[in-house]
């Protein structure tokens, strides 16, 4: 960092497997990817091609190795694999993630359903050539699951070969592990980390909120997507306790204690 500065929160280097930052990008031309990486690039840790968008990117070749030219690792949407699945084109999808030379790739079935052992089993073979992520919970509000099957699918996902597990909150952070207003389901996210390691999950946090949210209950090395572009800096920053959000909870208890009594006394004078 530019500075020293007493009780940061220590962030491992890159590659890592705690602390992850993935970048939602949804649509960056060839130029703006290389200002991203010059402003952010060293605090973001893979890149996903939002939904279906590598479709009608124009030079997808070059963006993708620019990204991984520079240290950050590349992906897919789950949206487009489950394009390809729908279709039954399954192989094509495989040929397309080596064209552009891919080693990361999601699976998922937010907008179709899909056999859950089927999925398992697309895991299990996807994970032999490149790392996978795959994403559980709907991107339709009305489709519920129970926390025990989101505990289930999970696991067995982990267990079939997933480096991480995503939990669905999509772009607008308002499905999945969140209430239509934006809000975590408190109740749903404790009982799966009670079976799930935190580690192991990728949460989709597009909002501030839900970002601060995130870092307070599991700390600055939080796993977190689907992040704008524009907003890695201001997330780092929450990770690390540089913005009032989050300003109390790297600081030691007596100092956060005293400071927040300074501020107390300070109204009460101008009372």
Not at 18 to 39: H, P
Not at 45 to 69: C, H, M
Request: hydrophobic residues 40%.
């Amino acid at each position: 960092m530019n500075f020293e500065l007493s009780y940061i929160p220590e962030r491992p280097e890159k590659p890592r497997n705690s602390g992850i930052t993935m970048m939602m990008d949804k649509g960056l031309s060839l130029t703006e990817v290389s200002n991203f990486i010059e402003a952010s690039g060293h605090l973001t840790d893979i890149v996903k091609f939002g939904f279906g968008t590598s479709y009608v990117t124009k030079d997808l070749k070059e963006k993708i190795k620019l990204y991984q030219d520079n240290g950050i690792r590349a992906y897919f949407g789950g949206t487009l694999f489950e394009a390809f699945h729908a279709r039954g084109q399954f192989e094509d999808y495989l040929r397309v993630l080596d064209k552009y030379n891919m080693d990361l790739a999601e699976i998922s079935d937010g907008s179709i359903i899909i056999n859950h052992d089927e999925k398992c089993e697309l895991i299990r073979r996807m994970a032999k050539d490149r790392t996978v992520l795959s994403e559980v919970g709907s991107k339709d509000s009305g489709i519920l699951i129970s926390p025990n099957r989101w505990i289930k699918m999970m696991t067995s996902e982990l267990e079939a070969g997933s480096w991480k597990v995503i939990a669905e909150g999509r772009e607008a952070g308002n499905v999945g592990v969140f209430r239509p207003n934006g809000t975590a389901h408190t109740m749903l996210i404790n009982k799966i980390i009670a079976k799930v390691k935190p580690e192991d999950i990728l949460w989709e946090a597009p909002i501030k909120n839900q970002q601060v949210w995130f870092i307070k209950l599991f700390g600055a090395n939080v796993n977190l997507g689907n992040i704008g572009h524009n907003e890695m800096i201001p997330l780092e920053c929450l990770r690390l306790g540089l913005r009032g959000d989050t300003f109390f909870d790297f600081l030691p208890e007596d100092y956060a204690k005293r400071l927040k009594q300074v501020d107390s006394d300070i109204e009460e004078e101008e009372l």
